[in-house]
């Protein structure tokens, strides 16, 4: 089934520690997001892609990267410069202007 | 940057209402988008609307760009409606990208049985 899939669904992180978030697509889409959602709030950009080999910084860049090795693939990685990293994180993936989006990945910083 | 405002945040129906809810944009933009997020978190797609109206099923959809808003209709909802209802706009302003979306903070949309 074509779709996007993100991985793991639920990562507890403990202070100081880095943490990457898979998402992959079998979508052929060349345009990757990833979103920040905190409780009660819309979602945030943090970096998208547009192409492999090529991101951009979102709106809330700061304690996080990326790579787009492979069209397929757009993991995110979440690094101790973020102070306050518990939230659930969305990837999405476009061919031009609609947006389809993965199940989520919560993460909790004990 | 561009504002997106939704309205009302919360809603309360009886299985069976109807149901609007809005959404206010403060710029030009080339792209609209109305998702249903379930309570699982999963974000669905209902409508890509930029301009004009668009129906599926029981819900549909207006934006009036030249006023700057969009209009989600549902009617006779079920208990499967539950969940937010979120509005996202793009601009090519935004990041130099026509996909790149804004979204509302939503609207929580709750229908009792």
């Known amino acids: 089934d074509g779709g996007i899939t993100q991985s793991p669904k639920y990562l507890f992180r403990k202070e100081g520690q880095n943490v990457t978030l898979s998402c992959e697509q079998n979508?052929?889409?060349?345009?990757m997001y990833w979103y920040r959602q905190d409780p009660g709030q819309g979602l945030r950009l943090i970096y998208y892609?547009?192409?492999?080999?090529?991101?951009q910084k979102g709106d809330i860049a700061e304690g996080y990267s990326v790579s787009r090795e492979k069209k397929e693939s757009f993991p995110l990685t979440v690094t101790s410069a973020q102070k306050n990293p518990t939230a659930f994180y969305l990837c999405?993936?476009?061919?031009?202007?609609?947006?389809?989006f993965g199940p989520g990945t919560r993460l909790t910083v004990l | 940057g561009i504002q997106v405002e939704q309205s009302p945040p919360d809603l309360i129906l009886q299985e069976g209402a109807n149901s609007t809810l809005r959404c206010n944009f403060s710029d030009s933009v080339n792209n609209l988008q109305w998702f249903h997020q379930n309570p699982w978190g999963q974000l669905i797609n209902l409508f890509y609307i930029p301009s004009g109206t668009k129906q599926n099923g029981r819900l549909s959809a207006t934006t009036v760009a030249t006023e700057r808003y969009s209009l989600l209709y549902i009617s006779s909802s079920q208990t499967t409606d539950s969940g937010v209802y979120f509005c996202a706009v793009g601009t090519r302003n935004y990041g130099g990208s026509q996909g790149n979306l804004i979204f509302g903070k939503g609207t929580k949309l709750s229908v009792k049985p």
């Open positions: 999405a993936s476009s061919r031009e202007t609609v947006q389809y």
């Open positions: 892609s547009q192409i492999v080999n090529d991101f």
């Open positions: 979508l052929n889409h060349d345009a």
